[in-house]
Every structure is written in C-alpha cells, then in structure tokens.
C-alpha cells in the first residue's frame, strides 16, 4: 500500500520573521509524532531564490503517513485540530496537497545504483 503525503504551504498575514518562528514552533509542537507519521519537514522559503517559479509561501509542511489510515486519524486528531484553531487567524492563505507516495527510500535508491552492496 502507497504511503500518503500531505504538504501545506502557508501564506502568512503577518510575515516577519518572529510570525513565521511562532508557525514553525506550532507545527512542532501540534503536527510531529502522531501515530502513522513516518515524514515529517517544516520549512521556509529561501527568499534568495526568488525565481519566477518559485511559489510565495513563508511556512511550509510535508507529513508522510505511513496509509490512508494514518491520515485520516490525523485529519480528525485533537493535537492538529488545536493547532488549526490556535493558528487559522495568521493565515492570510494556504495550499493543500495532498499525493499517493510512491517514491523509494533512500537505501533503496543507493542499492538500485550501486552505492550501496
């Protein structure tokens, strides 16, 4: 079975950076160590890569679940639904993404080219 990502990009009212430490210290405080959780990264955007594709975002989320299971208990978990209402007034935006991984690990690809016997 697939593993399950969901990656959230916000948009912040306020964007200095003490807004954007206090959306990082929610995230790590609310969305880490659920049960099923196997990935999880928060971000910000390098402002120095400024292209034209990049997106405009100050934090970023990325949680690997480990099924479809393990999502859905988060989705309805007390600990994410605490941090949407303590967090939800900051946001001036966000996307949600959510994708069936399929990707292999790294130890995988290091003995699928060789780097690894």
Same mark, same amino acid.
């Given at each position: =079975?697939?593993?399950?990502?969901?990656?959230?990009?916000? *948009?912040?009212?306020? @964007?200095?950076?003490?807004?954007?430490?206090?959306?990082? $210290?929610?995230?790590? +405080?609310?969305? $880490?160590?659920?049960?099923?959780?196997?990935?999880?990264?928060?971000?910000? #955007? !390098? #402002?120095?890569?400024? @292209?034209?594709?990049?997106?405009?975002?100050?934090?970023?989320?990325?949680?690997?679940?480990?099924? @479809?299971?393990?999502? !859905?208990?988060?989705? *309805?978990?007390? @600990?994410?639904?605490?941090?949407?209402?303590?967090?939800?007034?900051?946001?001036?935006?966000?996307?949600?993404?959510?994708?069936?991984? #399929?990707? #292999?690990?790294?130890?995988? =690809?290091? +003995?699928?080219?060789? =780097?690894? *016997?």
């Amino acid at each position: =079975m697939p593993q399950l990502a969901h990656h959230v990009y916000f *948009t912040l009212k306020d @964007r200095s950076d003490e807004a954007v430490q206090t959306l990082l $210290d929610a995230c790590n +405080k609310y969305l $880490d160590k659920h049960e099923g959780l196997v990935g999880f990264s928060i971000g910000t #955007r !390098d #402002r120095e890569l400024d @292209r034209e594709v990049n997106q405009d975002f100050d934090v970023s989320l990325h949680c690997i679940f480990a099924d @479809r299971a393990a999502h !859905d208990v988060y989705q *309805t978990a007390e @600990r994410h639904l605490q941090f949407i209402e303590e967090n939800k007034d900051s946001w001036a935006a966000f996307e949600s993404w959510i994708l069936l991984s #399929r990707t #292999r690990n790294s130890e995988e =690809m290091r +003995k699928r080219d060789g =780097m690894v *016997t």
